[in-house]
T-cell receptor, first 113, second 113 residues
Framework: DAKTTQPPSMDCAEGRAANLPCNHSTISGNEYVYWYRQIHSQGPQYIIHGLKNNETNEMASLIITEDRKSSTLILPHATLRDTAVYYCIVRDLNTGTASKLTFGTGTRLQVTL | KAGVTQTPRYLIKTRGQQVTLSCSPISGHRSVSWYQQTPGQGLQFLFEYFSETQRNKGNFPGRFSGRQFSNSRSEMNVSTLELGDSALYLC????????????FGQGTRLTVV
């Protein structure tokens, strides 16, 4: 799986949009970009995933650059409950190891009042 | 519907002992994966079971083993416990082996003294 690079920490004011970047410059054509988050003392929670088109769900939006070498997770109106570590993961769903999630160090997002 | 259930939530064991952790996946989910989370190494994949067979394995010693039952419930066992095995052990379930979305349990916090 391709390696990802994320900033170690970010701050965001409550109510503002949180934009979390992820670099995956070695991503291959079959690899999807996934985002999970882990709130303190809980298991990771799936947020969103995409291949090359931008995606949106009730939690967030995922913007993937045209060359697919980077992406941004957007939480449109961050709340204190969004304070968590956010992990960007790339997965090839067409291989035998697709079930294995390779977590990096993630970005610790702190939402403040 | 009920989420992924892991038992026990907390456990204290002595070096040299063995331990068994349990994971009940979401009803209808047939794939169960296990992860170890430590402050130093982060989240690391242990193994994955699907239809009672181990499908993928991470880079852990043979002291770590697991199994899956016909009802998809899974157990993992760690023998000859070492201090470094102290960690949060997380279980994730998904509908099928290479499903896009994995749901994590709250984890079992194991402390080895």
């Amino acid at each position: 799986d391709a390696k990802t690079t994320q900033p170690p920490s970010m701050d965001c004011a409550e109510g503002r949009a949180a934009n979390l970047p992820c670099n995956h410059s070695t991503i291959s054509g079959n690899e999807y970009v996934y985002w999970y988050r882990q709130i303190h003392s809980q298991g990771p929670q799936y947020i969103i995933h995409g291949l090359k088109n931008n995606e949106t769900n009730e939690m967030a939006s995922l913007i993937i650059t045209e060359d697919r070498k980077s992406s941004t997770l957007i939480l449109p109106h961050a709340t204190l409950r969004d304070t968590a570590v956010y992990y960007c993961i790339v997965r090839d769903l067409n291989t035998g190891t697709a079930s294995k999630l390779t977590f990096g160090t993630g970005t610790r997002l702190q939402v403040t009042l | 519907k009920a989420g992924v259930t892991q038992t026990p939530r907390y456990l204290i064991k002595t070096r040299g002992q063995q331990v068994t952790l349990s994971c009940s996946p979401i009803s209808g989910h047939r794939s169960v994966s296990w992860y170890q989370q430590t402050p130093g190494q982060g989240l690391q994949f242990l193994f994955e079971y699907f239809s009672e067979t181990q499908r993928n394995k991470g880079n852990f010693p043979g002291r770590f083993s697991g199994r899956q039952f016909s009802n998809s419930r899974s157990e993992m066992n760690v023998s000859t416990l070492e201090l470094g095995d102290s960690a949060l052990y997380l279980c994730a379930s998904s509908v099928k082996q290479m499903n896009t979305e994995a749901f994590f349990g709250q984890g079992t916090r194991l402390t080895v003294v």
